[in-house]
């Protein structure tokens, strides 16, 4: 495992460095959705960028830290599409399973558009603490808001939306066809979650 970053990152304040920032954290995103971790390189980012690396050493502590700068960044995305999604599919006041399938609609949209990225991410986080712990309070940050809208008790909501995020994280990481009959590519990532969420919503009693 890489040690963490000694510093945070130090952000440009001309509008040119902030351009050329820009470019370093697209060209580190691009990376590492193509190629995770170990195709995050300065070089590799100066190459696509068209930056030097003095230019990314004086913003972060070498590759670790510029992982983290990307990781940010992308947090920052999916919080951007977790607000388009939530808008256009959450509904106050709507019944428990409406509520429900709602909230997964948002979880498998948020893993399909940032799929690529989820993917590196989530299996970075399982050699690098600080990754996990970023990752999991944004994932219950968002779990926290869609529990609001659901008219289920605390247990069960709960219970519903782990299972929804859980099967979503599955999906990303081992395909469509992990667990499903042979020869069957199961249904799409959106039917899944809202399947299961409908479930749970409509069971019986959570066992105390």
Known sequence: MSPSPSRAERLPQQ??????????????TELVAEEGWSGLTI????????????????????K????????????????????????????????????AAAAATVIAGVFEIHGKMLRSLIDRSAHDSQMLDRGSA??????????????LDEGRTWMLLRAVYAACVMRT???ASLLQPAGSGGPSLEEEAVSLA?????AGAVPG
Not at 15 to 28: K, N, P
Not at 198 to 202: N, Q, V, Y
């Open 198 to 202: 409908r479930t749970i919503a409509s």
């Open 15 to 28: 509008e040119r460095s902030r351009r050329t920032w820009d470019r370093v954290l697209e060209a580190g």
């Open 173 to 175: 990481m081992y395909g």
């Open 64 to 99: 670790a830290g510029l992982f983290l700068a990307v990781h940010e960044r992308q947090l920052a995305q999916m919080r951007v599409t977790e607000d388009e999604l939530i808008a256009r599919y959450v509904r106050d006041g709507a019944p428990a399973e409406q509520a």
């Open 138 to 151: 944004a994932s219950r940050a968002l779990l926290s808001r869609l529990a609001e809208h659901i008219p």
């Open 43 to 62: 070089t590799g980012v100066c190459r696509r960028a068209g930056v030097t690396a003095p230019s990314i050493y004086a913003r972060v502590d070498g």
